[in-house]
C-alpha cells in the first residue's frame, strides 16, 4: 500500500483485497476476551477532526487502541482553529508531537491531500472523510460488509449489482464506494434526480438512472444515502419538490424492498433520516446491514492503521 490513504482510486485491487483480508482476519478479536493486539504500541494517531462526526472519529479511536497504539483526539471546536490557526499550523503542531498518522476530517474538498503534500507530516495522512470528495475508509466497510453477506467473506465482487441511491451530489460515501467496487467489478448504478447528481457524473465508471423501481429486481445491494440537509435548506433547497415528494419517488420502504431479489441486502452509511430515504421497517428488517458496517468499520479501519503503520504486507502469525 502507499504510505497515505487519501481516496479510494490510491488502491488497486490487491492492495482493496489485502485491507478487506486482513479485516477478515482482525475481525475474530471481537470474539477473544481480551481484543488488543501489540502492533502498533508506541505509535501515535491523532484524530483531526474539523467537522463532526460520531462514528468515523470513534471507529478509528476504538480501531487504533485495539493495535496498542496511543491516540489523541482533535477537535476545531474549542481549539486554536476556532480561534484562527491555519491548517499549515496545525498540522506543524502535530508534527511537533510526533504524530506517525493523522486521520483527518475536513469540510474542504483535498484538504488531506494538502496535508500528505505539503511536507507539514512526515507521517501517514488518512482521509476520514473531505468536504463533498471522498471518504475512502467508508466504501473499504461497505465492500467488507457486501463481501461477508453476499459470498461468506472470502469470495469477490465481481459482477455484483450496486444500486446507490440518493444524495449523490453532496455525497463523499458515493463517490468512494463508485471507485473501489468499480476496482474490485462490481456493476454500479447511481439512482438519483437529475438535481441531485453532480457534474461530471457521466465520466464516473458506473451507470446513472432516474428510476428506483427499474433497478430493484436487478440488484445483489442497494445503498441509501443520506439527503444532507445541512447542505441545502431544510426542505429540499429547490433540489427536489418537497420530502414527501423524494420519499415517495426515491424513499425505500417495505413495498419497495419486496422488489428486491430474495438474497439482496440493504445498505446505508448513517446517520439515517428514518422515513425520508429509508422507512423505519426496512432500516430495522433482517436485510438491513447498517449495525453490522458500524462493527465492521472498527475491523476495516485497524487494517488500514496496520498495513500504513506496520509497513507489513499482512498479519503475521502471532496476530
Known sequence: MNRHLLSAADLSRDDAVLVLDTAEELARLADRPIKKLPTLRGRTVVNLFFEDSTRTRISFEAAAKRLSADVINFSAKGSSVSKGESLKDTALTLEAMGADAVVVRHSASGAPHRLATSGWIRGSVVNAGDGTHEHPTQALLDAFTMRRRLTGGE???????????????????ARSNVLLLHTLGAEVTLVAPPTLL?????????????????????SDVVMMLRVQRERMNL??????????EYSRRYGLDGRRMGLLPEHAIVMHPGPMNRGMEISAEVADS???????QVTNGVSVRMAVLYLLLSGSDGIGEDA
Do not use: M, N, Q
Not at 433482517?286 to 453490522?292: A, K, L, N, W
Open 235 to 244: 426542505d429540499g433547497g429547490g433540489f427536489f419538490p418537497s420530502a414527501r
Open 155 to 173: 469470495g469477490d465482487l465481481a459482477g455484483k449489482r450496486v444500486t446507490i441511491v440518493g444524495d449523490v451530489l453532496h455525497s463523499r460515501v
Open 198 to 218: 453532480p457534474v461530471g457524473v457521466d465520466t464516473w465508471p458506473c451507470a446513472t438512472s432516474y428510476d428506483l423501481d427499474g433497478e430493484l429486481d436487478k
Open 286 to 292: 433482517p436485510r438491513s446491514t447498517i449495525v453490522e
